[in-house]
């Protein structure tokens, strides 16, 4: 089960910090993915990062201004996003994937949080 939670909303150029956690006995062996839906959108990858987190993959759209990270003793992952825009408005959901790498395909992610929502205005 994934809990995600701090989505809220704050104004164009504001931070705020997601987390997720996750009942998953082998949290540490499974790479771990934030995605996002817009409205109106079709659900897209925004962050991945591998089991031990050596690995980050990001959607150019967020990059350089969003940072996932991870604590496999607290069987967590956080996205922490700064300078946001009113175009980073959406649900996003944390999910765990089947494999240990930092998938960007939605497809190899077998469980997903309940999302949490990012509202920017401008």
């Known amino acids: 089960q994934l809990q995600a939670s701090g989505g809220g909303s704050v104004q164009a150029g504001g931070s705020l910090r997601l987390s997720c956690s996750a009942s998953v006995r082998t949290f540490s062996t499974h790479g771990m993915g934030w995605f996002r839906q817009a409205p109106g959108k079709e659900r897209e990858f925004a962050a991945a990062?591998?089991?031990?987190?050596?690995?980050?993959n990001y959607a150019d759209s967020v990059k350089g201004r969003f940072t996932i990270s991870r604590d496999n003793a607290k069987k967590a992952m956080y996205l922490q996003m700064t300078s946001l825009k009113p175009d980073d408005t959406a649900v996003y959901y944390c999910a765990v994937s089947s494999y240990g790498g930092a998938s960007t395909t939605p497809n190899v992610y077998a469980y997903w949080g309940q999302g949490t929502k990012v509202t920017v205005s401008s």
């Open positions: 990062i591998s089991s031990s987190g050596a690995t980050t």
